[in-house]
C-alpha cells in the first residue's frame, strides 16, 4: 500500500526557517513527480513546488528564492527547507505524488505550520 | 495565473444530482485535458475523484463523473449520499511557464 507521511511542522516566528520531510512507502520518491500542497486555515489548496523524476524543480511564485524542495532517494523521502518564513506562510503543508495524468493521486496527512511571534 | 472559479456552495438532497462547475480559460482549462477534481472532508486530505477530465481512479463511485466544455469543467455527483457532503476543488495544468497545477477556488456541496 502506498503512503505518505509528513513532519517537521511546528510555530514559528516571522523571518525563522523550517524543513519538513515527507516519508513514503509502497513506491519510489525518485521515479515520480512529487509535489508539495498548502491550505491556509480555511482557505483553498494551493501548490508550492514540484520535483520531477529527471530532478528538475520548480516553485510558486509566492515562494520562489525562499523555498527548496530536494529528495533522499536512499531514504525515500522528500523534503522542503522553508526560509524567511512569513505570517502568510501559516498553512497545513501537504505533500502529494502525481498520478501520470497531471492528478495528485497520494497525499499525506498533512503538517502544520504556523508562523507567528 | 488565477485560480479557477468555482461556485462557494452546492446542494442536493439524498439522491439527487448536484453538479458543480471550474470555470478558467482557454490557457488552462480550455487548453488541455489535465482537469481533475479532488474531495475533501473536514480535517483530512483531499482526495482525487477525477482525472483527465473524466477518468475515474479505481474505488471511487461512478456517481462521480466529469466533463469538459470549452473553458468550463463540471464535476456531476448523481444519487447524493451523506457522505458526499465535502469540500470539492478542482484543477487543471495551465501550461508550461505556470504553476504545475492550478487549484479552484473550492465548492462546499451540503447534502440537505
Known amino acids: 500500500e502506498v503512503h505518505l507521511v509528513e513532519s517537521g511542522g511546528g510555530l514559528i516566528q516571522p523571518g525563522g526557517s523550517l524543513r519538513l520531510s515527507c516519508a513514503a512507502s509502497g513506491f519510489t520518491v525518485s521515479t515520480n513527480y512529487m509535489s508539495w500542497v498548502r491550505q491556509a486555515p480555511g482557505k483553498g489548496l494551493e501548490w508550492v513546488s514540484v520535483?520531477?523524476?529527471?530532478?528538475?524543480?520548480y516553485y510558486a511564485d509566492s515562494v520562489k528564492g525562499r523555498f527548496t524542495i530536494s529528495r533522499d532517494n536512499s531514504k525515500n523521502t522528500l523534503f522542503l527547507q522553508m526560509n524567511s518564513l512569513r505570517a502568510e506562510d501559516t498553512a497545513v503543508y501537504y505533500c502529494a505524488r502525481d498520478g501520470g495524468g497531471l492528478e495528485l493521486d497520494v497525499w499525506g496527512q498533512g503538517t502544520t505550520v504556523t508562523v507567528s511571534s | 495565473q488565477s485560480a479557477l472559479t468555482q461556485p462557494p456552495s452546492a446542494s442536493g438532497s439524498p439522491g439527487e444530482s448536484v453538479t458543480i462547475s471550474c470555470t478558467g480559460t482557454?490557457?488552462?482549462?480550455?487548453?488541455?485535458?489535465?482537469v481533475s477534481w479532488y474531495q475533501q472532508h473536514p480535517g483530512k486530505a483531499p482526495k482525487v475523484m477525477i482525472y483527465?477530465?473524466?477518468k475515474r481512479p479505481s474505488g471511487v463511485p461512478d456517481r462521480f463523473s466529469g466533463s469538459k466544455s470549452g473553458n468550463t469543467a463540471s464535476l456531476t455527483v448523481s444519487g447524493l449520499q451523506a457522505e458526499d457532503e465535502a469540500d470539492y476543488y478542482c484543477?487543471?495544468?495551465?501550461?508550461?511557464?505556470?504553476?504545475?497545477?492550478?487549484f479552484g477556488t473550492g465548492t462546499k456541496v451540503t447534502v440537505l
Open positions: 483527465e477530465v473524466s
Open positions: 484543477s487543471s495544468y495551465a501550461g508550461s511557464n505556470n504553476p504545475l497545477y492550478v
Open positions: 482557454s490557457s488552462d482549462v480550455g487548453g488541455y485535458d489535465y
Open positions: 520535483v520531477y523524476s529527471g530532478g528538475n524543480t
